[in-house]
């Protein structure tokens, strides 16, 4: 089973951007979707940005037009471009596959504050 890795994550102030990064064990080829899911504070996980091994993307509402999701599975890893960042979006992100594995990583902690 492919272990990943989460990084790239930070204090940033609302309207500051962050690139989060997520490094697989073993190639990724073979899972035809991605995806970053997150998790506030008191709240489920949620899936917000996801993208096939052609490239097609597609966002939860709350963040689309802000987020962008890219994929090299030739490095063997995962993107999550976000801008104009929103206290809101404050939470613990994660990679995994569409539909996930069992296993998660650690995550990575975003916090948008001033």
């Known amino acids: 089973q492919v272990q990943l890795v989460e990084s790239g994550g930070g204090l940033v102030q609302p309207g500051g951007s962050l690139k989060l990064s997520c490094a697989a064990s073993?190639?990724?080829?073979?899972?035809?979707?991605m995806g970053w899911y997150r998790q506030a504070p008191g709240k489920q996980r949620e899936l917000v940005a996801r993208i096939t091994n052609g490239g097609i993307t597609n966002y939860a509402d709350s963040v689309k037009g802000r987020f962008t999701v890219s994929r090299n599975n030739a490095e063997r890893a995962v993107y999550l471009q976000m801008t104009s960042l929103e206290p809101e979006d404050t939470a613990v992100y994660y990679c995994n596959a569409v539909p996930f594995f069992a296993s998660w990583g650690q995550g990575t902690q975003v916090t948008v504050s001033s």
């Open positions: 073993r190639s990724i080829f073979s899972i035809n979707t």
